[in-house]
């Protein structure tokens, strides 16, 4: 069973910048995939980022690219999302999900964390 705890959300100012991180517990998690999603009020959730259990390859929805990175630490079994030049349009709340899966399909992730709510003001 894998543990997901996401953090480092808060209130910004639009073009300012936020890290998230996303805390894992089990000894497997050098072996899953990791995915970063967010939901905004009224709206699906959304697929922004993923990195592969090597973090050597990684892909992200277009209109984060250029704008936000993700990046894990195996060895701190973290997963780490760096989002710049923040837009209104960024406001959600962010999960990070794990699975066996390099995709952005949501229902191919296994385990979620409870979300971290970032807000971005114009």
């Known amino acids: 069973q894998v543990q997901l705890e996401e953090s480092g959300g808060g209130l910004v100012q639009a073009g300012g910048s936020v890290r998230l991180s996303c805390a894992a517990s089990?000894?497997?998690?050098?072996?899953?995939?990791m995915g970063w999603f967010r939901q905004a009020p009224g709206k699906e959730r959304e697929f922004v980022a993923a990195i592969t259990w090597s973090g050597g390859t990684t892909m992200y929805v277009d209109s984060v690219k250029g704008r936000f990175t993700i990046s894990r630490d195996n060895a701190k079994n973290t997963v780490n999302l760096q989002m710049n030049s923040l837009e209104p349009e960024d406001t959600a709340i962010y999960y990070c999900a794990t699975g066996w899966s390099f995709t952005r399909l949501a229902d191919a992730y296994a385990y979620w964390g409870r979300g971290t709510q970032v807000t971005v003001s114009s």
């Open positions: 089990g000894p497997t998690f050098s072996r899953f995939h």
